[in-house]
């Protein structure tokens, strides 16, 4: 429930990353690479199934760990059966109200290219690979090129598949339950929105 007066944020860029995986993560990069060769499609996220046979529960454990350190919260809020991976091409302003009902999205980007996550109103810059964010699906977002508005990237009709590696994200994401993380979503009363 909102507390009278607060806003809250789409996108929080935590400042924050895991450190001492950035060759898992390239690697894992790679692999989905192989495994996807006609590419990731634009406009929507794609769940890397075929991954996970090359992810191991050791991995993700340890990720999940160094995730909540860095947050500064308990691992438990992280479940392991909540843990997915994805990848896209670039993706015009949406919400996933209806698709994550519940819960916030914590992510760690694998791989970013030249794409950056944004909110309604704030320009794109690229994220480091193992950077650390928290995404509100229910709100709009979109993944746009570095310098772009969510206004000012066109939306691609047909959904192609995207190949070029400077136009591929792909990201490691633990949901949360909302209530846990609300707190992390709230801008000062004054403050300006984020939406």
Known sequence: MRTMGHRYATLVRTGL??????????????????????????????TL???????????????????????AIPPAWMPMDL???????????????????????????????RLGVVDRTSRAARHDAGEILLLDPY??????????TAREHPYERTHGLVTDPESQFMFLDFDVRRPLLRERFKLSEKGPGND
Request: aromatic share 14%.
């Open 17 to 46: 990353r895991v450190d001492g995986f950035d060759g898992a993560l390239r690697a894992l990069y790679a692999r989905a690479r192989e495994l996807y060769p006609e590419g990731f499609p634009a406009e929507e996220t794609t």
């Open 139 to 148: 709100r709009n977002h979109a993944l746009v090129p570095a310098g772009r």
């Open 83 to 113: 843990f997915q991976a994805y990848g896209c091409g670039p993706i015009a302003g949406h919400d996933d109200r209806f698709r994550f009902p519940g819960v916030y999205f914590v992510i760690v980007v694998a791989h970013s290219g």
């Open 49 to 71: 199934e075929k991954l996970y046979a090359h992810t191991s529960f050791a991995f993700v454990d340890a990720l999940r760990k160094a995730v909540a350190a860095q947050l």
